[in-house]
């Protein structure tokens, strides 16, 4: 599966050559791709509640003058942000123990200088996929908590043991209301959370 169209690779290297090298290799294989001289700048693109759109992920130097790949890194996972924006740390042999470290939390993977071209956009790929694959959860977790805010106070209380697989009737004499009431309000959970069955929305609810 090829990554989205819209999909983009976000280039942070204080080298030019090495960016324009990225670019240019990411244009012949379809990519788009936006450039950024330091850490500084790319984190300043990061406003308050920043949340990615689209795939993406990030070609990071390891070092670079001010402030470092590692300490942008060390933001992104407090933002929360690395997982749907999955980075790949860009690193000297000095460096790979450290960008292994980096990968144990949470970073995507490290390329070695000099990479090949063919591994290192494979990865690329691999981490745009990653991405929208996260995005997409996001969304459908966002989307499930707004069906469940639409939910009522006795609606909830029917929906959690409708999850469970009790019988409307052991609904309603734990709830002390009647069965016709119980299947009431089952309608309108599955009307409200969009699911045909209690086995549905106990999947539903497990993404939680």
Known sequence: MQPASDATVFIVDDD??????????????????????????FAATLVPGFV?????????????PGMSGLALFEQLVQRGLAQAMPVI??????????????VKRGAFDFCEKPFSDNALV??????????????????ART??????????????DVMRLVAKGL?????????????????????RVFDK?????AVELANLLRDL
Do not use: Y
């Not at 000297?92 to 960008?99: C, M, Q, Y």
């Not at 494979?122 to 969304?139: F, G, H, K, T, Y």
């Not at 009737?169 to 089952?186: F, G, M, N, P």
């Not at 959370?193 to 069955?197: A, D, I, L, T």
């Open 52 to 64: 990615p759109e689209q795939p993406c992920c990030l070609l990071l130097d390891v070092r670079m």
């Open 122 to 139: 494979d990865r690329i790929e691999e981490a745009l996929r990653r991405s929208a694959e996260v995005l997409a959860a996001q969304r």
């Open 89 to 102: 740390f860009l690193t000297g042999h000095a460096d790979v123990p450290t960008a292994v470290d980096m």
């Open 167 to 187: 019988p409307n009737k052991l609904i309603a004499d734990q709830l002390a209301i009647s069965v016709r009431t119980v299947e009431v309000h089952r309608a």
């Open 193 to 197: 959370m969009e699911v045909k069955s």
């Open 16 to 41: 030019a050559g090495v960016r324009e090298a990225l670019a240019w290799l990411l244009r012949s294989r379809r990519l788009l791709s936006t450039s950024f001289a330091s850490a500084e700048e």
């Open 143 to 156: 989307l499930l908590q707004g069906r469940l805010a639409e939910l009522t106070e006795r609606e909830r």
